[in-house]
Each structure stands twice: as structure tokens, then as C-alpha cells.
């Protein structure tokens, strides 16, 4: 019987992984870049391609149900809860306004804190005035949630 060396094993084992198809799971700053053919590519320099609501194979991709607090001050900072469904480690949470050129003006949040699939906070970006704005969690793909309503004020 002829003995195979333990690193062979590992060769072998790395090999069959290889031929595995990648995933492409997105962090933050890549999925911030530029949208794919699927989304719009037209936005408006600091405008956040998105795509509609719904995952590609129109299943549901999230939605949310509540944040708190609903208000905060124009100079950012506020840490908001987002409760609802559908939430993955790489969520980005955006403050602003969805037009109806798929593209969503507005910021950001710094920080976003996944606490599980149905909740996360998100810390609020600054706002250059006292209004209300939509906020939305988007996933890598460019799938947005239903939009909530956040005001910032003086």
C-alpha cells in the first residue's frame, strides 16, 4: 500500500476548491464603486446607483419596519436602530432622497453595526439642513428597502 504525504492531501483538497465558481461577496468600499449594466450608470457624481426593491429574482430582499430615533441634529452623529428584515453584514444604510432615475442622492452613514439579520444601527451623517430625508438600507447587489423617514434638525 502506498502512502500519501499529509501536504499532498491539502494539495489535493486545495485543487478541488479551485475549480469551485467564486462569490463575490462585496465589502463596503466595493460596493460603493460604480453600478454594473443592471443599474443605472447616469447618477450624477455623489449619487448612489440603486436598483429597485426586490432581490433579481423578485424575492424579497428586505424591508424595513422601524428606527428610532426618528430625529436628529444637522450635525450627524445620531446613532439610529433600524429594525426589519433581510439584513446581511454588508448593508449600507443611505440618508437623502430616491429619485425617479434610480439614482439616491443624499449620504452615507459612517458606521453601520449589524446586529442580526433584523437589526442594525447606523450612526447619522451630517446634513447641511434642517429637513426630512429618506433613509434606506441597500445591499451589495444595489437592492434597496422601503424607505423611512428620518428629520434632521437644527
Do not use: K
Request: net charge negative; hydrophobic share 40%.
Amino acid at each position: 500500500m502506498r502512502r500519501i504525504h499529509p501536504r499532498a492531501g491539502i494539495l489535493l483538497a486545495a485543487l478541488a476548491l479551485s475549480t469551485l465558481p467564486p462569490v463575490h461577496s462585496a465589502p463596503r468600499a466595493e460596493a460603493a464603486g460604480p453600478a454594473g449594466p443592471a443599474g443605472p450608470a447616469h447618477c450624477t457624481p455623489g449619487a448612489f446607483p440603486v436598483l429597485g426593491p426586490g432581490a433579481p429574482d423578485g424575492a424579497p430582499e428586505g424591508r424595513l419596519v422601524a428606527l428610532r430615533p426618528d430625529a436628529g441634529p444637522v450635525d450627524g452623529g445620531t446613532q439610529v436602530t433600524l429594525s426589519g428584515t433581510g439584513l446581511t453584514p454588508y448593508t449600507r444604510v443611505l440618508f437623502g432622497s430616491l429619485g425617479p432615475d434610480g439614482c439616491f442622492t443624499g449620504r452615507e452613514a459612517p458606521d453601520v453595526v449589524v446586529l442580526s439579520d433584523t437589526a442594525l444601527i447606523a450612526t447619522a451623517p451630517q446634513w447641511p439642513a434642517a429637513e426630512a430625508v429618506s433613509v434606506v438600507a441597500v445591499t451589495p447587489c444595489g437592492q434597496h428597502t422601503n424607505p423611512l423617514a428620518f428629520t434632521y434638525v437644527d
